[in-house]
């Protein structure tokens, strides 16, 4: 009896640590494969300088206000300022001849522009626009420099966003070919629901043209897609807000793409 109770254990062991496996798997696959696992924490930069740090900074940096559609920076421009989102919403975007390539969306707050932290780095590689009404901080490049020089929680923090940032670009990127449409309207809906809005019902700031442009493909698949979702109970749009009724299942049509 002891020996089948001993049989029976270890059993049940090899079988949980199949599972974990299996799941630790599948976890890593949705890592790899969707570019919402990342950036779901606000930071807050000021905390971790000290008062003479804090003073140099603020002397450094003006806030400004955007309208809705306003250029923040363009691709091409001499990098000289770190931005800082504190309300509203931002796309960044290469340009092409004909169309543009959206690279992420920030919310606040967080910080744009830290490729040209970069030494050899004089100008912007990519644009930067706002969806909706927004509120920025415009910070010296050289402020910033300096501090980081002087404060190694800060430059680890900067660090660490800058590699947040390429881990969700390359999410994007993997979103965008490797997947069809479905998949990719799935990954950027639930992008907006967990990295941008952090809510399953969240407003509709972005036109049919936006998600066009963040999914890859024309506004009539879009609308399309936006219908069969709807029809099939994934989502509801009313108010000028969508929300998303069946997470899980929307996870698994991103997740299978």
Same mark, same amino acid.
Request: glycine share 4%; charged share 25%; proline share 1%.
């Given at each position: ?26 976890d ?12 779901l924490?606000e ?12 003073? *140099? ?7 400004v ?5 306003e250029?923040v ?9 770190i931005?800082?989102l ?5 796309k ?13 969306i ?7 522009? *830290? ?9 912007r ?12 901080s415009l ?31 390359s ?7 490797m ?9 950027? *809906?639930?992008?907006l ?5 952090k809510?399953n019902?969240?407003? *509709?700031?972005?036109t049919?043209?936006d ?38 299942k ?8």
């Amino acid at each position: 009896m002891i020996y089948i109770n001993d049989f029976i254990a270890n059993l049940r062991l090899i079988l949980n640590t199949n599972l974990n496996e299996e799941k630790n798997m599948i976890d890593s696959q949705k890592i790899t494969r969707s570019s919402c696992v990342f950036g779901l924490d606000e930071f807050d930069y000021m905390s971790l300088l000290n008062q003479e740090e804090a003073e *140099l900074i603020k002397s450094r940096m003006v806030d400004v206000k955007f309208r809705k559609g306003e250029i923040v920076f363009k691709q091409g421009s001499f990098a000289n300022n770190i931005v800082v989102l504190n309300e509203g919403l931002i796309k960044t975007y290469i340009e092409g001849s004909n169309e543009r390539l959206v690279l992420q969306i920030f919310s606040p707050v967080k910080m744009l522009g *830290l490729s040209a932290l970069l030494e050899n780095s004089h100008v912007r590689h990519h644009s930067a626009q706002v969806y909706v009404d927004s509120k920025i901080s415009l910070i010296e490049i050289s402020a910033i420099r300096q501090v980081m020089a002087s404060n190694a929680s800060f430059s680890n923090l900067l660090v660490s966003m800058l590699a947040e940032q390429l881990i969700i670009t390359s999410g994007r990127f993997y979103c965008l070919t490797m997947k069809q449409t479905y998949g990719r309207m799935a990954d950027v *809906l639930l992008c907006l629901a967990t990295r941008v809005y952090k809510s399953n019902r969240f407003p *509709l700031h972005l036109t049919r043209r936006d998600f066009s442009e963040l999914s890859g493909m024309t506004i009539e698949s879009v609308s399309r897609i936006f219908t069969k979702f709807k029809n099939d109970g994934l989502i509801r749009i009313e108010d000028d807000f969508l929300e998303i009724l069946d997470p899980e299942k929307m996870e698994m049509i991103s997740f299978k793409g």
